[in-house]
């Protein structure tokens, strides 16, 4: 039985199949600002890769923000509950998954079958989120891919006081004013987004293994600033960013 | 006639009630506390004034950014002269925000008589019957002042049986409350407090008059069964979510909820003392304090008794009173093991976050279920 999960985020689109055998093929293609359209792309992307035709999904769960602009889907479920069991496929012993995407952050607390025992979730303040980079990098024009080593090259951080994402941008603005050295305030803006981050989830119980998965798993800075904000290790597996996609189509396995 | 479409059109026909001339002058009113039989008596029909999402930006030349919508809303409408055909508002002082307001509405809309009484904070002490009972004599006086008749017992005592009957039928309303859908439920809920009483008893009871047996595919019995708590009935997006989320609102604890319609008044005897006692022994609101009945440990039971899978906390933003008492209910149900949710609702509310937040939880809710 194959099924398929479909995670429309903010930024990415992320797809998942699942045979009897395991996870057979992922895609992740930028979702731009047709949600159906990407949706469709990047379904296209990983049924191609798996060697399918949409006839043998037996089913589609959609997940995300854009979970329910995804044409054909079976059922549309939300991206906590599937982050949670994705996380669990990922790595059986996770206690809590720190999700961070494009536009917003979650922190769940899982239990030891993959089911959420609690959760948080960012307001609808930017500064915890993935965005909160995108602005900074552009500030500092610095690639947003390359933010997370510049952070961890820089012998000392300044200290970035607040964490609203405008008002930290006119705080880059003067410490560029002021010449301090640009790895340096990359470094604080990491700490700033990691602080803000830790805050949250410690609103729930954090216990190991800790995980973080969403868009910005991919940033090396913001999981070592995390660790130290939380003092625990936050695991990065290989495949974070699509840990929605599979949970979802783990989801649809389960569905009667 | 399902229940849900027999719903439906009983809202519309409130809905032309109220659009119709009414000949009964109308007095607004605002907190959880206002005896609106005194008003009733005196000719008037009370109506209670929600917010609504338009913002004119009257209201914020006064108040400070942190008030509550609830409470802002009300005076930008009067600011704005949609509230001019009112004969007078009503309000208990409650929390600090409607104490503040009483000032800023005497000096800004004189045109509109602002009716207002101190409704006690701690609702069992050696003195607290005696000054709400001095100050429901004083609010009578005043009405007497305002229609030139007074108001009599007699009439008091009939208002009182009028709104017994009123909450015996909303009582009767919340029984069913797992087999209606949110928007419905607090559709009717809500048209309590802006319908007049007797027209909304008649209507309410020809609904209620119909059997009330789901079809089997409409029955909520495996939805996940919630206890809402919150402030007011001012959002109705929230409904709506809650819907979506295909959640089942099994009980509540908002303030102008369940616990509203809990305590009937004495029909015979002195009817002011009727109206004193009748507010006393209603579950306090997070603003006041009773040493026997705390809402925590009335929640925990509310829990019990309606088989609720959990709660959702809708917190109105600036609210602080529900914010202080968020703290201790989520204790208690903590320790009971009993899952909980806070939301925080804002002048016009986004479906979007809300909608993930809450059903995530119904899916978290439908996990434990199945588990256990």
Redesign the interface.
């Known amino acids: 039985m194959y099924t398929m999960g479909v995670d429309v985020g903010a930024i990415t689109a992320k797809a998942a199949i699942f045979g009897d055998e395991g996870l057979l093929a992922t895609a992740v293609i930028l979702a731009g600002y047709d949600r159906a359209s990407a949706a469709l792309r990047v379904i296209d992307q990983a049924m191609k890769q798996a060697g399918l035709t949409r006839e043998r999904i037996v089913r589609l769960v959609a997940t995300g ?1 854009g979970r329910v602009q995804v044409p054909g889907a079976d059922r549309s ?5 599937c982050h949670a069991r994705g996380a669990h496929y990922l790595c059986p012993d996770v206690r809590t998954v720190i999700d961070v995407g494009g536009q ?1 952050s979650k922190g769940i607390s899982v239990g030891a ?1 993959g ?5 948080v ?1 960012n ?2 303040c930017a500064a915890g989120t993935g965005r909160f980079l995108e602005v900074m990098a552009h500030a500092l024009e610095a690639d947003l891919a390359d933010l997370g080593r510049l952070a961890l090259s820089a012998p000392k951080r300044v200290k970035i006081s607040s964490t609203c994402t405008v008002f930290a941008e006119s705080e880059v603005v003067t410490h560029l004013a002021t010449g301090t050295p640009r790895a340096e305030i990359i470094a604080g803006i990491h700490e700033a987004i990691a602080a803000r981050i830790a805050t949250m989830v410690g609103r729930i119980s954090v216990q190991d293994v800790v995980m973080l998965t969403g868009g910005v798993a991919h940033n090396p800075g913001v999981a070592a600033m995390l660790e130290e904000k939380l003092g625990h290790p936050v695991l990065v597996p290989e495949h974070a960013q699509l840990a929605g996609a599979i949970g979802a189509a783990l989801v649809a396995r389960q569905q009667p | 006639m399902q229940p849900a479409s027999a719903i439906r059109n009983l809202q519309s026909a409130i809905r032309d009630l109220r659009s119709q001339d009414n000949p009964r002058p109308v007095i607004g009113f605002l907190t959880a506390y206002v005896p609106q039989e005194l008003f009733h008596a005196a000719g008037f029909d009370p109506v209670f004034i929600f917010p609504t999402p338009e913002d004119r930006g009257y209201a914020r030349a006064h108040l400070p950014g942190f008030t509550c919508w609830i409470a802002g809303s009300a005076f930008d409408q009067a600011l704005a002269g949609d509230l001019d055909n009112l004969s007078g508002m009503a309000l208990a002082k409650t929390c600090d925000t409607v104490q503040g307001l009483t000032d800023l509405w005497q000096r800004n809309l004189p045109h509109i008589p602002l009716l207002h009484f101190g409704m006690p904070t701690r609702l069992e002490g050696p003195s607290t019957r005696r000054y709400l009972l001095a100050e429901l004599q004083s609010l009578r006086q005043r009405i007497r002042a305002l229609t030139g008749q007074p108001v009599r017992d007699e009439a008091l005592r009939e208002s009182i049986a009028l709104y017994n009957r009123n909450r015996a039928l909303v009582r009767r309303i919340y029984a069913r409350a797992s087999d209606i859908a949110p928007p419905d439920l607090y559709g009717l809920v809500r048209a309590a407090f802006q319908t007049p009483p007797q027209a909304y008893n008649d209507h309410i009871a020809q609904l209620l008059e119909r059997p009330f047996v789901l079809p089997e595919e409409e029955r909520q019995e495996a939805r996940p069964r919630v206890v809402l708590v919150g402030p007011a009935l001012a959002d109705p997006v929230l409904f709506d979510v809650l819907a979506q989320a295909d959640v089942c609102v099994v009980g509540d604890l908002l303030d102008l909820g369940e616990r509203y319609f809990a305590v009937d008044g004495a029909e015979s005897g002195d009817p002011l003392a009727s109206l004193a006692d009748r507010l006393l022994a209603l579950l306090p609101t997070p603003t006041k304090y009773h040493p026997h009945h705390t809402r925590a440990a009335h929640l925990l039971s509310l829990v019990t008794e309606r088989n609720a899978d959990g709660v959702v906390f809708a917190r109105q933003k600036f609210c602080e009173p529900h914010g202080f008492d968020y703290v201790q209910q989520a204790q208690a149900l903590d320790r009971a093991g009993v899952p909980h949710l806070l939301v925080e609702l804002e002048q016009a509310s986004q479906a979007g976050q809300l909608l993930t937040r809450v059903e995530a939880f119904a899916e978290m809710l439908d996990d434990r279920k199945r588990l256990t």
């Open positions: 923000y479920v939300t991206e906590i509950t917003d079958n089911r959420v025992l609690d959760f979730m307001d609808k």
